[in-house]
Structure formats: structure tokens, C-alpha cells
């Protein structure tokens, strides 16, 4: 699935894109740096009935968020961790086992954590204006 998006669109893409998170609650959202990866992830927190406020989590490398319906979603951040270890130790591996939704970005990091099915979003920049999602599950 594609889409080309503005971001005041990206609420009306996170909604589009929703559904088919229930086929894996592990989601890895690929990007260069200011694609809009933290943007369209509280996109997808809010269309999933997040109300809390939600921040980056590059320094904490983990946020995790409580929709209304009580699920818990983990908003993992690997850009400044430097391997596995590193991940392990910030409590990654038991985000992404705990069975609750995890967005992951820079995900490339630690690919040999993730599970065999998980979805895989890339977003880029297709103009100064517009974003490129491609969505792959």
C-alpha cells in the first residue's frame, strides 16, 4: 500500500492504516532523519484513542501510552542506542514481547528482535511539502 500525504493529512493516513495493525501489534517505522516518523506515530496513537500527552522518545527510548480502552502502545525510539545490548538493556526486548503494540523507530537497529511478522511502514520525503507511506504487513 502507498500513499502520498501532506501532513495535514496524516490523521485521515494513521486512520486509513489502523485496520491493518491488528494483523501484528509490532510496527517498524522506517525513515532518514525528519521524515515525519514521531509525527505520523502520535498520528496512529491517537486514531487508536490515545488522549495522553505524547512525546519523543529519542532520550528515553521508550514512551509507552494508554489508549481509552486501556490498551498499552510503546513508542520505541533506537536512534541513540548503539546495538542490541544497549536495546536489551533499556527494556526493548521486553516492549516488544510484552504483547502490547509497539512503534519502533529506526528499527534497523535491531532487527534481530523483532518477530517474523511484523509491519513494516517507510515514510519519505516525496517534496517539501508531502510525505511517501509505504505500508508492508
Known amino acids: 500500500m502507498d500513499m502520498i500525504f501532506t501532513l495535514d493529512e ?3 493516513i494513521a486512520k486509513k492504516i489502523v485496520p491493518i495493525l491488528n494483523n501484528s501489534k509490532i510496527v517498524a517505522v522506517n525513515g532518514a532523519m525528519g521524515a515525519g516518523k514521531t ?5 496512529l ?3 487508536m484513542g490515545v488522549v495522553d500527552k505524547m512525546s519523543s522518545p529519542t532520550y528515553s527510548v ?3 501510552y494508554k489508549t481509552k480502552d486501556n490498551l498499552l502502545i510503546n513508542h520505541i525510539d533506537i536512534y541513540r542506542l548503539k546495538d542490541t545490548d544497549e536495546a536489551i ?3 526493548v526486548d521486553d516492549a516488544i514481547n510484552s504483547g ?7 528499527p534497523e ?3 534481530n528482535l523483532l518477530p517474523l511478522h511484523f509491519v513494516n511502514i ?3 520525503s516525496a517534496n517539501h511539502a508531502k510525505r511517501k507511506l509505504i505500508v508492508k504487513n
Open 100 to 106: 502490547d503494540f509497539c512503534f519502533i523507530e529506526w
Open 45 to 47: 496513537c491517537r486514531q
Open 122 to 124: 517507510f515514510i519519505q
Open 62 to 64: 521508550i514512551q509507552q
Open 109 to 111: 537497529k535491531i532487527l
Open 89 to 91: 538493556q533499556a527494556g
Open 10 to 12: 496524516i490523521d485521515n
Open 39 to 43: 509525527t505520523f506515530i502520535h498520528a
